[in-house]
């Protein structure tokens, strides 16, 4: 795996960090609508999501179609399908049991 890569999933790991941490901040804020302390939390969190989402979008390609920019080419179309990640190069990973005949 060449560096590029490493750093781009890299950064791919950290966003999706950040988003099951917001989900969690948001279902906390559901039930506790007033508490501050977890909205700052939230808004912090949700800022530096967006910014490596933003920065993710303009080295590689957009997330999300609000972060596409593009002018020449429509390039929301060109980022890879979530089912066409390292499987089709390297196989199902070790921890997919079904796939190797483990339990169903």
Not at 57 to 64: A, G, N, R, V
Request: glycine share 4%; net charge negative.
């Amino acid at each position: 795996m060449n560096n590029l890569q490493s750093e781009m999933e890299q950064l791919l790991k950290d966003i999706s960090i950040l988003d099951f941490a917001l989900v969690d901040f948001s279902e906390y804020l559901d039930t506790h609508p007033f508490d501050k302390q977890a909205i700052a939390y939230f808004n912090h969190y949700n800022k530096i999501r967006m910014d490596l989402t933003r920065q993710f979008s303009e080295k590689y390609y957009p997330l999300q179609t609000s972060f596409s920019s593009d002018t020449t080419e429509w390039s929301w179309g060109l980022a890879p399908l979530p089912w066409k990640s390292n499987y089709e190069k390297e196989g199902p990973g070790p921890e997919c049991l079904p796939c190797k005949g483990g339990r169903k």
